[in-house]
C-alpha cells in the first residue's frame, strides 16, 4: 500500500562537537519518506524546494523509489535553510538559523494521484496546511500527525482542530508537557486523547516511546546505540519507519502499531549513525530485520 508523506525538504548545516557540515539534504518529509521506502511501499513526497535545491539530492529521493510529483518547484525561490549546533552529549540543540523562504507561501495541492493513498503521514509543518492536506485526501485509512512546541505555541487554536481530525498524534516529551500542562507523560498523553486523536505517540530520545490510547498502554525501546553522530531527523525517521511497516502489512491493530514503534525505533537508529542520510544510503532491510530481532530479545521477559 502506499504511504503519503507531507513536509519539509530543506537544506541543512548541522555542527557537532566532532564536525560541521552545510547544506546537506533535510527536512521532516525528507526523513520521514526515506524511512517509509525500506518496506516496499509506494511513498508519495509533498513538499517545495527552490531553484537552489540540487538535483542530485532528488535524484537519490527518486532511487529510494519516492514519487516527486507533489515536490514544487520555486524558480524565483530559494530553499528552506535550517542550521543547529548540537552540545557534547546531543541532548541540547541550539538553533542557529531558520530562513523560510518558499515554505512561508507554501500552499500544497495533491496531486490527483495522491489523494486516495490509505496512510498519510503529516509531518511537523503548520496545522493550517495538515489540515488542508486533510480536506484534499479522499479515503484515508490512517492519519498520522506530527507537531512541535512553535505550533502549539502560535497557533494552538488550529493545532486543536487539527487533533480532532488524526487518528494518532506524534510528539516528544516537552512538547507533550507544553501542550498539556502536565509533567506526567501518562497523564499528558491521556490528556491529549481528549482532543480528539485515537492513539498518543511520546517520543523520549535514546528512552525510546510510549504509545497510549483509552485502553493500552506500550512502552517501545529505543535501539542502544554507543556512538551518536547527528540525531537531526530521529524522530521523523522513527515516524516514517513506522507508518512504512504499517503500509507494508495493511493492519492498523494494537499489535501492529507496537510492531510498527520497535521498526520505527530501529530505522531511527541507523539515522543518527552519520549526518543527514548518509547512512541510510548504505542500510539493507536484512539490517534493520536484525536490529529488530535484537530490540523483540532484549524487551522480552
Known sequence: MGVLVVGTVTLDTVETPSKRVENVLGGSGVYAAVAASFFGNTVQLVGVVGADFPHAYTDFLQTRGIDLQGLEWVEDGKSFRWGGRYAEDFNVRDTLFTELNVIEDFQPVLPEAYKDTPYLFLANNSPV???????????????????????????????????????????????????TGDANLVRAAEAILRYGPERVIVKKGEHG?????????????????????????????????????????????????????????????????????????????????SRYQELREAARF
Open 129 to 179: 496546511l495538515q489540515l488542508s492536506i486533510i480536506e484534499q485526501a479522499t479515503s484515508p485509512k490512517l492519519i498520522v500527525c506530527d507537531t512541535m512546541d512553535f505550533w502549539i505555541d502560535e497557533e494552538r487554536e488550529a493545532l486543536e482542530a487539527l487533533l480532532a481530525r488524526v487518528d494518532v498524534l506524534i510528539l516528544n516529551d516537552s512538547e507533550a508537557r507544553l501542550l
Open 209 to 289: 516511546a510510549i504509545s497510549v490510547t483509552e485502553s493500552s498502554y506500550f512502552n517501545a525501546p529505543a535501539y542502544p546505540l554507543t556512538q551518536v553522530t547527528d540525531p537531526t531527523g530521529a524522530g521523523d525517521s522513527f515516524a516514517g519507519g513506522m507508518m512504512g511497516y504499517l503500509a507494508s502489512v495493511g493492519d492498523i491493530s494494537e499489535a501492529a502499531i507496537r510492531s510498527a514503534m520497535v521498526y520505527g525505533a530501529v530505522v531511527a537508529s541507523f539515522n543518527i549513525e552519520d549526518f543527514s542520510v548518509e547512512r541510510q544510503k548504505r542500510v539493507a532491510f536484512s539490517e534493520i530485520s
